[in-house]
T-cell receptor, first 115, second 113 residues
Framework: KAGVTQTPRYLIKTRGQQVTLSCSPI?????VSWYQQTPGQGLQFLFE???????NKGNFPGRFSGRQFSNSRSEMNVSTLELGDSALYLC??????????????FGEGSWLTVV | AQSVSQHNHHVILSEAASLELGCNYS??????LFWYVQYPGQHLQLLLK??????LVKGIKGFEAEFIKSKFSFNLRKPSVQWSDTAEYFC???????????FGTGTRLKVLA
């Protein structure tokens, strides 16, 4: 069974640009969540989607947005990039059934560098 | 607000030493507790989890953790570490029924051969 797949793995953007990151969840998983990982802040929750609806949102500015498609694939977008947005962006998926106990499984992440 | 504290940021041990990594959380309701591990160059992997029942849970690679509700703690233990346990360990908590995880800042473990 393939794991969570994120693309692109590495990218460099200039301040002011926007970026779109993609995530394909584990087959059968319907919940997708996104996290930002930085050395100073650790892992911080961005948002979570289920059946194309955002169910939870973290404390990030409106420049950070996401969406989920009918096939459960998800994208996140960051507009007007700032230097502080440089981070590893992690996608995680979950089956969303009671038996799964809310366990999430992470992808390898997308490394974003803003210059 | 929920929070997770990991007291040890860097730990260095020799092989065969015992390991205990502290994790405390703050949340008044029912929580699920997790330990994730990130080996160098790899993605975050689930080490073990606690939802209910026996507060002593066993995970992969000989790791275990004990949930002490009265202390809001979920410490990770391993009786004898190996060089291959060198990694960063993250404690996480989420309120039951939600998918928002709160992570600790992580503990970098280095095991000397």
């Amino acid at each position: 069974k393939a794991g969570v797949t994120q693309t692109p793995r590495y990218l460099i953007k200039t301040r002011g640009q926007q970026v779109t990151l993609s995530c394909s969840p584990i087959s059968g998983h319907r919940s997708v969540s996104w996290y930002q990982q930085t050395p100073g802040q650790g892992l911080q929750f961005l948002f979570e989607y289920f059946s194309e609806t955002q169910r939870n949102k973290g404390n990030f500015p409106g420049r950070f947005s996401g969406r989920q498609f009918s096939n459960s694939r998800s994208e996140m977008n960051v507009s007007t990039l700032e230097l502080g947005d440089s981070a590893l962006y992690l996608c995680a998926s979950s089956f969303d059934g009671e038996s799964s106990g809310n366990t999430i499984y992470f992808g390898e992440g997308s490394w974003l560098t803003v210059v | 607000a929920q929070s997770v504290s990991q007291h040890n940021h860097h730990v260095i041990l020799s092989e065969a030493a015992s390991l205990e990594l502290g994790c405390n959380y703050s949340y008044g309701g029912t929580v699920n507790l997790f330990w994730y591990v990130q080996y160098p160059g790899q993605h975050l992997q689930l080490l073990l989890k606690y939802f209910s029942g026996d507060p002593l849970v066993k995970g992969i690679k000989g790791f275990e953790a004990e949930f002490i509700k009265s202390k809001f703690s979920f410490n990770l233990r391993k009786p004898s570490v190996q060089w291959s346990d060198t990694a960063e360990y993250f404690c996480a908590v989420n309120a039951a029924g939600t998918y928002k995880y709160i992570f600790g800042t992580g503990t970098r473990l280095k095991v000397l051969a």
